[in-house]
T-cell receptor, first 114, second 116 residues
Framework: EAQVTQNPRYLITVTGKKLTVTCSQN?????MSWYRQDPGLGLRQIYY???????DKGDVPEGYKVSRKEKRNFPLILESPSPNQTSLYFC?????????????FGSGTRLTVV | AQSVAQPEDQVNVAEGNPLTVKCTYS??????LFWYVQYPNRGLQFLLK??????LVKGSYGFEAEFNKSQTSFHLKKPSALVSDSALYFC??????????????FGTGTRLKVLA
């Protein structure tokens, strides 16, 4: 089944403890992106990747890191999480952003930083 | 700059009645427009898209959307609402590339509540 898989689905952590949220897609998509969803703010892009070893900042990149060493994986790293990073996170992929393709989204990761 | 507006935080409609979820956009070139739906505890799912051609686009689950260039709108519609349509709906726009950027912008979402 074509899908984007995120892990974990739920995570509670403490301030400052490094964490990684994994994202993997099995559709050979070039483009991958991370979003956070907050009430009243919709989806805001954190980072995106046009292809392997090609990543760039989105609208709210502060406090996050990403890497794209393989086409299928695009992990989101929080080096020192803070409570304002408590949010619902989505990974998404698309065949290419230059065509008329939509996104396939993962099921989300609900992160709570205490 | 690209932007998307969903003016209603919530839309309530009785089951069997027609529904409309509104979306307006602003882009510098020709827009690619999308609607996504999010059910509780799930990721967003693609519903439909407008790229070019017929202004009325049909999508999944009986939904359709009407592109209106003069009003820069892309409203989501369904002739007869079902309780199972209750969800959070997102409109998104992507610049078609005339500005040299390729980026999605999402609206803030509209919660649709269909009442039995």
């Amino acid at each position: 089944e074509a899908q984007v898989t995120q892990n974990p689905r739920y995570l509670i952590t403490v301030t400052g403890k490094k964490l990684t949220v994994t994202c993997s897609q099995n559709m050979n998509h070039e483009y991958m992106s991370w979003y956070r969803q907050d009430p009243g703010l919709g989806l805001r892009q954190i980072y995106y990747s046009m292809n392997v070893e090609a990543t760039d900042k989105g609208d709210v990149p502060e406090g996050y890191k990403v890497s794209r060493k393989e086409k299928r994986n695009f992990p989101l790293i929080l080096e020192s999480p803070s409570p304002n990073q408590t949010s619902l996170y989505f990974c998404a992929s698309s065949l290419s952003l230059q065509g008329n393709y939509g996104y396939t989204f993962g099921s989300g990761t609900r992160l709570t930083v205490v | 700059a690209q932007s998307v507006a969903q003016p209603e935080d919530q839309v309530n409609v009785a089951e069997g009645n027609p529904l409309t979820v509104k979306c307006t956009y602003s882009v510098s070139g020709n827009p690619y427009l999308f609607w996504y739906v999010q059910y509780p505890n799930r990721g967003l799912q693609f519903l439909l898209k407008y790229i070019t051609g017929d202004n009325l686009v049909k999508g999944s689950y009986g939904f359709e959307a009407e592109f209106n260039k003069s009003q820069t709108s892309f409203h989501l519609k369904k002739p007869s609402a079902l309780v199972s349509d209750s969800a959070l709906y997102f409109c998104a726009v992507r610049d078609a590339g005339t500005s040299g950027t390729y980026k999605y912008i999402f609206g803030t979402g509209t919660r649709l509540k269909v009442l039995a």
